[in-house]
């Protein structure tokens, strides 16, 4: 059974960097496509980016395209999202998600099977 870790919040000053990880145990990721999605409270979850199995195909959302970065170490069976040039409105609990089903990169939350715990991201001065 597939286990995924984060690692990586915390709080960083608007126009300041972190970089996210997703451990995976239990298997490897190679045979998962991968995201990354964020959750304010009371609202929805929403899509921040993805990566397709093999790493070809990324997409991100519009408001962090440009400052955010997706990538997968297949030796490490981990993904990160570098994330730069930060604002508080990027303040959120991010949560990594494995689909298996697919190869492609998805958008939607309901393609993902696995997720880990989430990681608070908090932007603020």
């Known amino acids: 059974q597939l286990q995924l870790v984060e690692s990586g919040g915390g709080l960083v000053q608007p126009g300041g960097s972190l970089r996210l990880s997703c451990a995976a145990s239990g298997s490897t990721l190679d045979a998962y496509a991968l995201a990354w999605f964020r959750q304010v409270p009371g609202k929805e979850r929403d899509h921040v980016s993805c990566?397709?199995?093999?790493?070809?195909?990324?997409a991100y959302a519009d408001s962090v395209q440009g400052r955010f970065t997706i990538s997968r170490d297949t030796a490490k069976s981990t993904m990160y999202l570098q994330m730069n040039s930060l604002k508080p409105e990027d303040t959120a609990v991010y949560s990594c998600a494995a689909d298996r089903r697919t190869s492609g990169c998805s958008r939607m939350s309901k393609d993902y099977d696995y997720w880990g715990q989430g990681t608070q991201v908090t932007v603020s001065s």
């Open positions: 990566i397709s199995r093999l790493g070809y195909s990324k």
